[in-house]
């Protein structure tokens, strides 16, 4: 199925270039059958997640409160001041000695911070992605900021995950982010685009 200037639209109502991205999404999902046969539930969950297209990077710009709210296993309430509105410390911290990050010191948790449309997170998946290219990891880190890599990342992830095989809104969010977050917007984008095909 061909991506549309008016079915991107519908997805990311909010981005202000919609035949760009159509085009790069038609040129990637040639690579990514599985999700262009069915491309609703890819374009509301990475309309979602990317806040229609616009962020590539993970931020983390939390305050403290935000930090224990979020973070809660990883911060005392002391902690959480010292490491407040400091998103490299943060990442550092909260994604250290995991997913083939290294310690809080080797700077892994902010290089290898959620990135592309899925914001994809930590070294091992970096690692996978790129060798799915032919790349390292540290230059999949700076491909997955492109415009095609962000798409080609969420495509990776997608079929690697299998997401293209989940049927429901909510199985395939809580395969992205553990959870249900964002679950309300995620299933009006869905029906909104269904409702555009």
Known sequence: MT????????????????????????????????????????????????????????????????????????????????????????????YANRMSNGNEASGDGWRFRGGGLLQLTGRANYTAFGKSLGITAEAAVEYIITDAGAVESACWYWTTNGLHLLQTVEAVTRRINGGVIGLADRRRRYERILRGL
């Open 3 to 94: 991506i549309t200037h008016d079915l991107f639209r519908i997805a990311c109502p909010t981005n202000a270039e919609p035949s760009k991205w159509a085009a790069i999404l038609n040129d990637v999902l040639k690579r990514y059958p599985d999700i262009a046969k069915n491309p609703a539930h890819f374009l509301a969950q990475t309309g979602h997640e990317s806040n229609d297209y616009k962020a590539r990077r993970e931020n983390l710009n939390y305050s403290a409160a935000g930090l224990l709210k979020t973070f809660t296993r990883y911060f005392t309430a002391a902690q959480a001041q010292n490491y407040s509105r400091q998103p490299q410390m943060i990442a550092n911290r909260v």
